[in-house]
């Protein structure tokens, strides 16, 4: 007879900058989100390009010593196509598509990835890197088998300095300076990139700053880039770790007393009324917070949503890390 041992997935209570920003802005759509495990069915294009770029980046950067700019950019396409596919969207959309997902098609990135080649090709040819995609688990000092994980994008050496790369899609577009200034500006406030320094030092240590690398997505505009050097002080990288480990104890009390009772009380994942409607439109969950009180009280999935949990424990494979930080 064998036993069955929990995984350190179940053992370990694991918080992404997702999963604490969603209940930041709502506590009860994190309930629909990350207890219920709904999200809204169909494509978010967004979120599927800025996958196929990031996987087109990791080749940029893998392989810039070795190649010229144009095979490149082909071989950087050739990886967001793939990732695209993956994804069920068209390498060459029809007339309709193409104005549903305009300016996010295979086209535009792939006109981006030679452009960016070209622009950053000295910096490609010079830089040292260390590191490509890694999973990070910070520990959260005072909350026992709990972790902040993330994934960092690029480490390179460069000009003397020890950076973190994070490629960023946008179509923040400005005629002046390409990136609308509170796209930039909201860089130096960010939780994300605080995460990622500190994640960043716990593996690598004395990184000098985070490069935000933005880029811009446009119908036009295929060699917008800019790099956006973000670098926190300890005392409020000191305050982020605090204010996080705040935050995850807050979620974690109101998980516990879920999973205790066995039903969503009214005090429990209380809705906050004022983010329903935000710059990109209305709360995805709003029909479903309008038209009932309990959502556990429903029979099925609601229409125009699928059960589906968010893993990143699973995606970025923290088993053994977190194995090897607790040993």
Known sequence: MSIAFPTLAQQNRCYDNTKIS???????????RHIQH??????????????????GQDIMWKYAQKFNVADLAEMSA????????????????NLDQQN??????????????????????N???????FAIEQPFAVPLPNIPNCWYIGRLDKGVKYNGKKLILEHKTT????????????????????????GY??????????????????????????????????????????????????????????????????????????KNEESCFGKFGPCPYIDICRSVADPTKLDSVPGGFVEEKWEPFSVLKLDKLVQELVV
């Open 171 to 194: 179509t923040a577009y400005a005629i002046q300076g390409n990136f609308q200034s509170y796209y930039v500006e909201s860089w130096y406030t960010s939780s994300q990139v605080k």
């Open 100 to 121: 549903w997902m305009a300016p996010r098609t295979p086209q535009v990135a792939h006109e981006m990835y030679y452009q960016y080649a070209t622009k950053r090709w």
């Open 22 to 32: 969603a209940y930041k802005v709502c506590p009860r759509s994190y309930f629909l």
């Open 38 to 55: 709904w999200r809204p069915s169909g494509v978010s294009l967004a979120l599927n390009f800025g996958l196929a770029w990031h996987d």
């Open 197 to 270: 320094q500190f994640g960043g030092n716990l593996f690598y240590q004395n990184v000098n700053e985070i490069w935000v690398d933005a880029a811009l997505v446009h119908k036009k505009v295929h060699d917008a880039f800019k790099f956006i050097p973000v670098a926190f002080s300890f005392p409020l990288l000191e305050e982020w770790i605090l204010g996080t480990e705040k935050w995850v104890g807050t979620i974690i009390a109101e998980e516990e007393r879920y999973e205790a009772t066995g039903c969503l009380t009214p005090d429990m994942f209380r």
């Open 78 to 93: 050739q990886a967001f196509n793939k990732t695209w596919q993956e994804k069920d969207l068209p390498l060459v959309p």
């Open 123 to 129: 910096m490609l040819q010079e830089a040292e890197v």
